[in-house]
């Protein structure tokens, strides 16, 4: 059990990457926080990791969050420190795409993205590095990135400055936070077979003007060392890895997953 009785809140966790990240941590000990956009969906996160324990122990709950909303976000950090004593771990995963040609992206769909992405991991990094520095016992934060952290696409002007801007949030975090023995990374997986990635394969298909299976094998896995997507148990081992990492070494990185994709 590498994160035995770690307390962990995991933004969109009632879903795709945060959700296998949450059955992870979960399963090595941690006490997850589900938070998501929809309570339903988060408590039947909750519900579904807590029966899978099958010990009674009730070291799933979750959270009604919107990241973008700074009341909520507060309340549901305050919330899980309530029920659990503290937070130890940060994933800023919950995340959106749109995609669009920039001369055709909408201003109100550029705000939304940033605020999801950039808004939302300032202020759940914010609230948990409050809690975390007041407990005294330091705390690990990480941000889901993406290759496009690193790299760019057409139709993902938002997305791609959302991502990279994740990069520079988390060095400031890992100067700010050294001292209170908080670190901070930056997880960068390649394409993942989420609802995320399955509404944007038809999208992509028809702004591109190709097939489906064109849209997979020739740009979302084309630079791929052997043509394979990641899996959310890959995102989850990485989390894990970063999560369970015991000193300040590693801290103000980021550490792509994505079968060769992106090489550092
Ligand atoms: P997903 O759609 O399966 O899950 C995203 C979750 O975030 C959903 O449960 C959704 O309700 C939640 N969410 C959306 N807006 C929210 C908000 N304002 N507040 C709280 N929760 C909100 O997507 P996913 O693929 O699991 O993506 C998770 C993260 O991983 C995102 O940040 C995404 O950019 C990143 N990522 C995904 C891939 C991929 O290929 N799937 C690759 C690299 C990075």
């Given at each position: 059990?590498?994160?035995?009785?770690?307390?962990?809140?995991?933004?969109?966790?009632?879903?795709?990457?945060?959700?296998?990240?949450?059955?992870?941590?979960?399963?090595?000990?941690?006490?997850?926080?589900?938070?998501?956009?929809?309570?339903?969906?988060?408590?039947?996160?909750?519900?579904?990791?807590?029966?899978?324990?099958?010990?009674?122990?009730?070291?799933?709950?979750?959270?009604?969050?919107?990241?973008?909303?700074?009341?909520?976000?507060?309340?549901?950090?305050?919330?899980?420190?309530?029920?659990?004593?503290?937070?130890?771990?940060?994933?800023?995963?919950?995340?959106?795409?749109?995609?669009?040609?920039?001369?055709?992206?909408?201003?109100?769909?550029?705000?939304?993205?940033?605020?999801?992405?950039?808004?939302?991991?300032?202020?759940?990094?914010?609230?948990?590095?409050?809690?975390?520095?007041?407990?005294?016992?330091?705390?690990?934060?990480?941000?889901?990135?993406?290759?496009?952290?690193?790299?760019?696409?057409?139709?993902?002007?938002?997305?791609?400055?959302?991502?990279?801007?994740?990069?520079?949030?988390?060095?400031?975090?890992?100067?700010?936070?050294?001292?209170?023995?908080?670190?901070?990374?930056?997880?960068?997986?390649?394409?993942?077979?989420?609802?995320?990635?399955?509404?944007?394969?038809?999208?992509?298909?028809?702004?591109?003007?190709?097939?489906?299976?064109?849209?997979?094998?020739?740009?979302?896995?084309?630079?791929?060392?052997?043509?394979?997507?990641?899996?959310?148990?890959?995102?989850a081992e990485t989390a894990l890895f970063l999560?369970?990492?015991?000193?300040?070494?590693?801290?103000?990185?980021?550490?792509?997953?994505?079968?060769?994709?992106?090489?550092?």
């Amino acid at each position: 059990m590498q994160l035995k009785d770690k307390v962990a809140i995991i933004t969109g966790a009632a879903s795709g990457i945060g959700k296998e990240i949450a059955i992870e941590f979960a399963r090595e000990g941690a006490k997850v926080c589900i938070a998501d956009l929809a309570l339903d969906a988060a408590t039947a996160t909750a519900n579904e990791i807590n029966a899978s324990l099958g010990d009674g122990s009730g070291r799933a709950m979750a959270v009604a969050m919107n990241v973008t909303d700074e009341a909520q976000v507060e309340a549901g950090v305050a919330a899980t420190v309530a029920q659990f004593g503290g937070v130890d771990i940060l994933i800023s995963n919950a995340g959106i795409q749109i995609i669009s040609p920039l001369v055709d992206y909408k201003f109100e769909d550029w705000k939304r993205m940033l605020a999801i992405h950039l808004d939302g991991a300032f202020l759940t990094t914010r609230a948990c590095m409050r809690a975390m520095i007041k407990a005294g016992n330091g705390g690990t934060i990480l941000y889901m990135g993406s290759v496009h952290s690193h790299e760019a696409s057409p139709l993902k002007s938002a997305y791609v400055a959302a991502k990279h801007g994740l990069i520079g949030l988390a060095k400031v975090v890992a100067k700010e936070g050294a001292k209170d023995k908080i670190r901070a990374n930056v997880i960068c997986p390649g394409f993942v077979r989420t609802p995320l990635v399955d509404k944007q394969i038809p999208e992509q298909a028809k702004t591109l003007g190709i097939t489906e299976a064109e849209v997979i094998k020739n740009v979302m896995l084309k630079e791929t060392v052997d043509g394979e997507f990641t899996t959310v148990q890959d995102v989850a081992e990485t989390a894990l890895f970063l999560a369970a990492f015991p000193s300040n070494a590693l801290t103000g990185q980021s550490i792509t997953v994505s079968h060769g994709w992106h090489m550092q």
